[in-house]
């Protein structure tokens, strides 16, 4: 395995296998006996192979092969959890999931199972299992939501005494005197932080939500839930009640540049904070496959994010 400082960080990818092989020619990794590679670079994925687009399987195909062969490396995303969980049967139950067969659930995860069957399925996931949630490697972390490192602590701990992705590691992340279902949430969805009783907000979907997502890489002080708030819900304008932030651990701007997915970005892409940077901008809902070219520059910055988007993906 070539030791590198050049790695190319690519966002969620939900089963769009035209434009990770359009993103990957243009960031000039070729194909070779079948796997695309690049003399002097790595990619890491930052998760999200599965769900929505109609290619997963072939995404699955070319992360794998591309992480076996050492000339990648990926984290787990919140889908491939989900995913996991979904297809982990209760001990001693039937027809009890540690993931709900609700309609939510089964509408979110409808591309996957109806492409991934059988040995597809039973494969995708013995892989899945095997992905860090967090990892820090030549200079640089990457995780898919948030980097948490109690959280991600707690985390390794539990797959370390339960098992990875076991029934007994789902036991305890559903355990309310157990922090790791909530270090789950934090490092592979957000942190998020309660609003002041009687406040709510509309989320997408339409339902009332009482927790807001926060921008864990800047400062809370002296800010509202609006302000302190990372997305584009319109959120109550409300002093931030800062013991509510106690259990997120904020970003410091002197740790190394980190690499997250999962927020559904969209417009050019650009840094978080100097030295932060998210690669989910949206291919899933007509957006881009981004993919942050990282040459072991400690400041992050708007020209090295490289992209192709849903119409040039075929070019």
């Given at each position: ?11 969620d ?21 079948g ?13 999200d ?11 699955i ?14 984290v ?28 939510k ?5 409808e ?21 860090p ?11 898919h ?9 707690c ?53 009332r ?22 997305g584009?819900?319109?959120v ?12 997120v ?15 559904w ?51």
């Amino acid at each position: 395995m070539h030791h590198t400082k050049s790695f190319d960080i690519i966002g969620d990818i939900h089963g769009h296998a035209a434009e990770l092989q359009a993103l990957l020619h243009s960031l000039g990794y070729e194909q070779q006996g079948g796997r695309y590679r690049h003399a002097d670079r790595k990619v890491i994925f930052v998760g999200d192979f599965v769900d929505r687009g109609t290619e997963i399987a072939q995404v699955i195909r070319i992360a794998k092969q591309m992480v076996d062969a050492g000339d990648a490396l990926a984290v787990m995303g919140n889908h491939e959890y989900n995913l996991i969980a979904f297809h982990t049967l209760r001990p001693g139950k039937q027809e009890a999931w540690f993931r709900e067969h609700s309609d939510k659930n089964l509408h979110q995860n409808e591309a996957s199972r109806v492409q991934l069957k059988d040995q597809a399925l039973a494969d995708a996931l013995a892989w899945f299992k095997t992905l860090p949630v967090a990892i820090e490697v030549g200079g640089i972390r990457v995780a898919h939501a948030s980097w948490q490192s109690q959280d991600i602590a707690c985390i390794e701990a539990a797959l370390e005494s339960a098992g990875r992705f076991t029934p007994a590691f789902f036991m305890l992340a559903e355990d309310p005197n157990s922090r790791l279902g909530e270090a789950v949430e934090r490092v592979l969805k957000g942190p998020e932080v309660r609003l002041p009783e009687g406040h709510w907000f509309t989320g997408k979907t339409g339902q009332r939500r009482h927790a807001v997502r926060v921008k864990w890489y800047e400062e809370g002080a002296g800010r509202t839930y609006r302000e302190h708030h990372f997305g584009s819900d319109d959120v109550p304008d409300v002093a931030l009640d800062l013991r509510e932030l106690a259990s997120v651990e904020k970003y410091p701007p002197d740790a190394p540049p980190l690499f997250v997915g999962h927020y559904w970005l969209t417009g050019i892409p650009s840094p978080l904070a100097t030295n932060v940077a998210c690669t989910d901008y949206s291919v899933a809902k007509n957006g881009k496959l981004v993919a942050y070219r990282w040459d072991g520059e400690s400041t992050l910055c708007g020209e090295k994010f490289h992209w192709v988007g849903k119409a040039n993906a075929g070019s």
